[in-house]
């Protein structure tokens, strides 16, 4: 994606705006007083739905950002080097997801608390990656059609036994392992059956790399995405309860009582439809920069609201006692911020990064010199005492 020809702005641009609504959503759904959460209220409904999309569009979208980088080069298997880096990315997302959830003050009397082991989205997304990498070495000397194939499967039998899977209690995993597949321990997030969406963006990513030369094909995929994606919203329900009463299986009836995936599923296609339409006007840097700068965006929106290593956020001291005005207000200034102190952390990285490496290599030098000063001062008093009592000659 490095090459202009090549890059798809309109990725960066859906980005950018999926984490800029993480940030509003999170504010105001923590924030707002709970007597103002009316949902007879068009204006908080509006709100809501739309918030809903939110992570549905950030793991299609990191699942394809990400495939669309492993299979454009020309090396395949392990000798492609995004496989190392993947690796490399989906590690470090589950090791920044769990600092984020690190309590210091906790730590120094010596304990963990469980909030350590909830699962977030930064967990899911790391591990997503991994899993899409497993699946393409997997695949990798199968035919072509095997690799997009199997991700579009996933996602459909992920989604379809849901109402299945979401039942199991796993009480027989550990609760650090178990909270990656369910929500009773009070995880925001599982690995099932979000993995869902990313494998989906896998999916386009291996479509748009296929057809990115074709002439017609934003003629071709605006219409095409809208229509599925209008259709799973309108009528995938009534498809499912069609199918319970024709199988007289009780497993569609219950997707169509709670059929919230797929019309997600919808709903991302539909905002798909829209930057792909829009794909012109998306090209502004402050734009591109936000959405190559999520990661950052949500550590630092992460520390601010919900306090990590301190546990002194905002998500403290306001939790739902905002009236919609303040939350609202608030919400733009806590994007402005979250947006403007990740930018700023980006532009100046490297020298940041230098900085605190040569901060830490002068306090380990200063504990090394301290250390070394105890010790001849403990060796000096150690040796008067065994001569005081004899045991030492003078």
Not at 215 to 244: C, E, M, N, Q, R
Request: hydrophobic residues 50%.
């Amino acid at each position: 994606m490095e090459n202009k020809t090549t890059r798809l702005y309109f990725i960066d641009a859906m980005r950018a705006w999926a984490i800029l609504m993480m940030l509003q959503g999170h504010f105001i759904d923590g924030l707002l007083d709970t007597a103002f959460r009316d949902g007879t209220n068009t204006a908080f409904s509006i709100w809501k739905y739309f918030r809903g999309i939110t992570a549905p569009v950030f793991f299609t979208v990191s699942g394809f950002i990400f495939t669309y980088l492993l299979i454009k080069g020309d090396k395949t298997g392990l000798q492609n080097p995004r496989i190392k880096k993947g690796v490399r990315r989906g590690l470090e997302l589950l090791f920044i997801g769990y600092l984020l959830r690190m309590n210091l003050f906790g730590l120094l009397q010596g304990k963990i608390y469980d909030s350590f082991y909830l699962i977030d989205v930064l967990h899911c997304i790391g591990l997503s990656l991994l899993g899409i990498i497993a699946i393409y070495l997997l695949a990798q000397k199968q035919k072509k059609f095997v690799f997009p194939t199997v991700l579009l499967s996933i996602t459909v039998l992920l989604f379809i036994f849901e109402p299945t899977y979401k039942a199991w209690s796993f009480s027989y995993l550990p609760d650090a392992f178990a909270n990656y597949l369910t929500k009773s321990n009070g995880s925001v997030f599982t690995i099932l059956p979000w993995f869902g969406y990313a494998s989906f963006g896998a999916f386009l990513s291996v479509v748009f790399t296929k057809y990115k030369d074709f002439k017609y094909l934003y003629f071709v995929a605006i219409p095409a995405f809208t229509a599925i994606g209008a259709t799973l919203i309108a009528y995938s329900s009534d498809w499912f309860l069609l199918i319970s009463k024709i199988t007289d299986l009780q497993l569609f009836a219950n997707i169509y009582f709670n059929n919230y995936l797929f019309i997600r599923l919808g709903d991302v296609l539909l905002v798909f439809s829209v930057f792909m339409l829009l794909r012109g006007l998306l090209k502004h840097s402050t734009v591109l920069k936000l959405g190559q700068s999520t990661l950052t965006i949500y550590i630092v929106h992460f520390i601010i609201l919900y306090g990590s290593f301190t546990g002194l956020g905002l998500y403290r001291f306001f939790h739902h006692s905002l009236t919609p005005a303040v939350a609202i207000s608030g919400a733009l200034v806590f994007m402005v911020i979250c947006t403007y102190s990740a930018l700023k952390y980006e532009e100046n990285k490297e020298l940041i990064k230098l900085r605190i490496a040569t901060t830490l290599r002068l306090v380990f030098v200063k504990i090394e010199i301290i250390s070394l000063n105890i010790f001849q001062l403990s060796k000096s008093r150690f040796f008067r005492l065994l001569r005081r009592v004899g045991l030492a000659k003078n």
